[in-house]
C-alpha cells in the first residue's frame, strides 16, 4: 500500500488495489509524501474513500488536534460501553467536537434544554461526555459548559448499535421534556431533577413514548385502572393533560393502560 494524499499526521489516503481508503493511525501521515509506502501496522482504522468523502473534507478542515481528541473521546466510549460505535460517529464526533471548542474559545455558550432528560435517560453516555469535558480542559486548557456534556452524549448514543436516529432521539427527548412541563404546570409544582420519583418518571416517559411509537401496549388489567382512577383523581386528570399534549402537539397518544401506570409516577410526585 502506497500513500495517495496526506491528510494530516494522523490520517492518509492510500491506495489498496482499485480501492481508495482513508488510513487512521498515530503518526501514520508523519513525514510522508505521496507515493511513499504505509507502515501497515499503524493503521488502526479503515475507511474507503468513495463512501467517506466528507470524513476527508473535514479531516482537512479541522485542527488536528481536534480530531485528536475525537479519536480520544471515542476510544474512552467503546471501552466504558464495552462495545464498538458506529463507524461514522468519527465524522459526527469529530464535526462536532471540532465546531463546538471553536464555538466556546469565541465565548458563545450553546444551552441544552435537555441537559436534565439525557442526564437521566443516557447516563452512562452522560457520564462519557463529563469526562469528554475534562479530557478537553486537560489539554486544551478550555473550559466547556455542562450542557455540552449533554450534546456529546446524544452522539455517543445515536452512534450505539440500535442507538436510534440523531434527530429521532432529540425528538423523543424532547417530548419527554414537555410531557414533564404539562405535569409541572397542571399541579403547580417544582420537580427537583435529584428526586428518585423524578428519575424514575422520566425512565417510564422514554418507555411509554417508545412503546406507543411501536403500536405496543403495556398491560394493566380493568380493576385496576379504575381504582387508581378513582384513588388518585388529581394525578389521573394531570395524566390526561399530558395525553391531551401529546396528541395536540405530536399527533399520537398514549393508551389508557400507559396512562395507568403515568398516574402512579404522578401521585409518587405529588406526595414528595
Not at 383523581?233 to 403515568?262: D, H, M, T
Request: charged share 30%; net charge negative.
Amino acid at each position: 500500500m502506497k500513500v495517495a494524499k496526506v491528510l494530516n499526521n494522523n490520517a492518509v489516503i492510500i491506495k489498496d488495489g482499485d480501492l481508495e481508503k482513508i488510513a487512521i493511525g498515530a503518526g501514520i501521515g508523519f513525514h510522508k509524501r505521496k507515493n511513499d509506502p504505509v507502515n501497515l501496522q499503524k493503521i488502526e482504522k479503515l475507511f474507503v474513500l468513495e463512501d467517506n468523502k466528507k470524513l476527508e473534507q473535514l479531516l482537512m478542515r479541522i485542527p488536528e488536534e481536534h480530531f485528536i481528541l475525537s479519536e480520544e473521546i471515542i476510544a474512552y466510549a467503546e471501552a466504558k460501553l464495552h462495545a464498538k460505535l458506529n463507524s461514522h460517529v468519527l465524522l459526527a464526533l469529530s464535526d462536532h467536537i471540532s465546531f463546538a471548542i471553536e464555538r466556546e474559545s469565541q465565548g458563545i455558550h450553546l444551552q441544552n434544554k435537555l441537559l436534565q432528560e439525557i442526564k437521566i435517560l443516557y447516563r452512562d453516555e452522560f457520564e462519557i461526555g463529563l469526562w469528554a469535558l475534562d479530557h478537553i480542559k486537560e489539554k486544551l486548557g478550555l473550559e466547556m459548559p455542562v450542557d455540552e456534556a449533554a450534546f456529546i452524549a446524544l452522539h455517543i448514543h445515536t452512534m450505539k448499535i440500535q442507538g436510534g436516529d440523531l434527530h429521532e432521539t432529540i425528538r423523543e427527548t424532547t417530548i419527554i421534556r414537555d410531557m414533564v412541563e404539562v405535569i409541572k404546570q397542571t399541579l403547580g409544582i417544582t420537580i427537583k431533577e435529584e428526586d428518585l420519583a423524578y428519575e424514575r418518571l422520566i425512565t417510564h416517559l422514554r418507555f411509554a413514548v417508545s412503546r406507543a411509537k411501536q403500536y405496543e401496549v403495556h398491560a394493566m388489567d380493568e380493576e385496576m385502572l379504575q381504582m387508581i382512577r378513582r384513588k388518585f383523581k388529581i394525578a389521573y386528570e394531570c395524566a390526561l393533560q399530558v395525553n391531551k399534549q401529546l396528541s395536540e402537539v405530536y399527533g399520537f397518544r398514549l393508551p389508557e393502560e400507559e396512562l395507568g401506570y403515568i398516574t402512579l409516577h404522578i401521585e409518587r410526585l405529588r406526595k414528595y
